[in-house]
């Protein structure tokens, strides 16, 4: 059945500035804190004694119940209302936030990340949709769009600053508790300004088997990733907990198969430029995430950086990428697709090969930037024509769920990539310490956090350049004949 969206009232239509206002008020407190924690990552394990292997849980409790999580949020804004669905998540998303600041054990603050993102998977969706059927008019959506998309480039690099100027000046705690005054804010102005509207659909039910098996099945799968280490890959817990993983996911598939109204509808799957570009998305995805997370390790414990001025040190990333998303909206119209994804990719992949020598006595400028600059113009370049491969090819009424699978792929991606980073650094680290005491012990302590941070950019490299292979085998320039590449370029950028 068509789905037609329910307008918002039209008497409410003299705010429509102030309701896009709202929605990214809150989106950018999701986006913020995807990166504000980066930097904060050392204060963090040294505060409630975060392991090396564990500590990657700050990040991924959060990016795996999000990603999880994210398509049955926007299917429930549609049912539910999308204005019931926006308060609930910023809601959860504050209080969240506020227990996360006051965690006391490690434990209690991955509780308070996992109910963070699965605030966020309900409040962004339901945030863009409000703005959709707020804005109606072509040319004032555009515009709506254009204000929802620098929030999203930017709140990224803000999110390094303010994270790294927070843990310096005050303590790691408050880079949570600044969500609290933006989500009451928030709230208070949504009740007053924002009307409900909801999808106009013959069946109100939603797939949350399908949600939480799947999110059990990563998350699972993460774990048993992570205790490898100390269980042992061949170990009969690390089988155990990879076979419940791969079971849970094929409950997950039996689950979308037979449902009235799926989370997921596998056979958007047949749609080759879709699958591909979900599939490298997740692999460079996995490279990504594990770059900022060792490289803000070794700018703070092996270079001595404070957390401001390793925030700081992020900030031609964030440059990079804009630079390589504007050339790819001028190179794909000349070059194609698939060309500009695989330089861009390979550009990346060298910049992380770059990173994979940096030194225990490195500077910034000689040994880190070299590798961050082609990395991030790199990123920029494939993201653009990623995101028209998978958008690009599906008709009008799976637009949405092509979306929030590119979006899904991208959050469980990073997810899993760095437990398998993390976990060959602290297995790398730990075998060049076994045995090694006395008066050595400490210079061979950092030397020993480098040289894993060395295997964990090759194996980076190594999934980049993995993207950069399965691309072109499987997408031809026959799939992406009909893509109508100028109008879709505008709209990658933008997106």
């Not at 564990?54 to 049912?79: E, K, M, P």
């Not at 303010?162 to 790691?172: K, M, N, P, V, Y």
């Not at 995430?289 to 957390?307: C, D, K, N, R, T």
């Not at 005491?437 to 060395?454: E, I, L, M, N, P």
Request: proline share 3%.
């Amino acid at each position: 059945m068509t789905e037609e969206l329910a307008a918002p009232p039209t008497s409410r239509s003299a705010n429509r500035w102030l309701i896009l206002v709202i929605a990214c008020l809150a989106q950018f407190m999701v986006v913020l804190d995807a990166t504000v924690v980066n930097v904060a990552l050392p204060s963090i394990q040294r505060g409630l004694h975060f392991s090396p292997a564990s500590l990657q849980w700050v990040v991924n409790a959060y990016t795996l119940i999000f990603g999880g999580f994210l398509l049955l949020g926007g299917r429930a804004g549609d049912l539910i209302g999308r204005k019931r669905l926006f308060m609930v998540g910023t809601a959860l998303f504050s209080a969240a936030s506020l227990l996360n600041g006051l965690a006391q054990t490690s434990g209690m603050l991955i509780v308070g990340r996992g109910l963070q993102g699965l605030g966020g998977a309900l409040l962004s969706p339901a945030a863009l949709s409000i703005i959709t059927t707020t804005f109606t008019e072509q040319e004032d959506r555009t515009k709506a769009l254009g204000v929802w998309s620098a929030i999203a480039a930017g709140g990224g690099a803000v999110g390094l600053i303010l994270g790294g100027a927070l843990t310096q000046l005050a303590s790691w705690p408050w880079i949570f508790i600044v969500n609290v005054p933006v989500g009451v804010a928030t709230l208070l102005a949504t009740v007053r300004f924002v009307p409900e509207s909801r999808a106009d659909v013959g069946h109100r039910t939603f797939d949350l088997a399908g949600a939480i098996t799947v999110t059990g099945g990563l998350v699972v799968l993460v774990y048993a990733i992570v205790k490898a280490q100390s269980y042992g890959w061949g170990s009969a817990r690390t089988l155990g907990l990879i076979a419940a993983a791969l079971v849970l996911l094929a409950v997950f598939v039996a689950i979308e198969r037979r449902s009235v109204a799926p989370l997921i509808r596998l056979s958007i799957f047949r749609i080759r430029t879709l699958a591909a570009a979900d599939v490298v998305l997740l692999l460079v995805a996995s490279g990504m995430f594990g770059m900022f997370f060792f490289a803000s390790l070794y700018v703070q414990e092996i270079l001595g950086y404070s957390p401001l001025r390793a925030g700081l040190a992020f900030l031609p990333v964030t440059g990079g990428i804009v630079v390589g998303a504007g050339l790819a909206q001028q190179l794909i119209r000349r070059a194609g697709i698939r060309n500009v994804a695989m330089v861009g990719i390979g550009l990346a992949t060298a910049g992380m090969v770059v990173l994979a020598r940096v030194p225990v006595h490195g500077t910034y400028a000689g040994d880190l930037l070299p590798g961050l600059v082609p990395l991030s113009i790199g990123m920029g370049l494939t993201f653009v024509p990623i995101t028209l491969l998978a958008t690009g090819g599906v008709v009008e009424n799976d637009a949405g769920l092509a979306s929030g699978l590119f979006n899904t792929a991208q959050q469980v991606g990073g997810s899993l990539g760095l437990a398998i980073l993390s976990t060959l650094a602290a297995s790398r680290t730990s075998d060049l310490l076994h045995g090694v005491h006395g008066a050595g012990a400490a210079a061979a302590g950092v030397a020993a956090r480098v040289s894993g941070y060395h295997v964990a950019f090759i194996a980076a490299a190594v999934m980049l350049a993995a993207g950069a292979v399965i691309l072109p085998l499987v997408v031809r320039k026959r799939h992406v004949e009909n893509l109508d590449l100028e109008e879709l370029a505008s709209s990658a950028v933008a997106a």
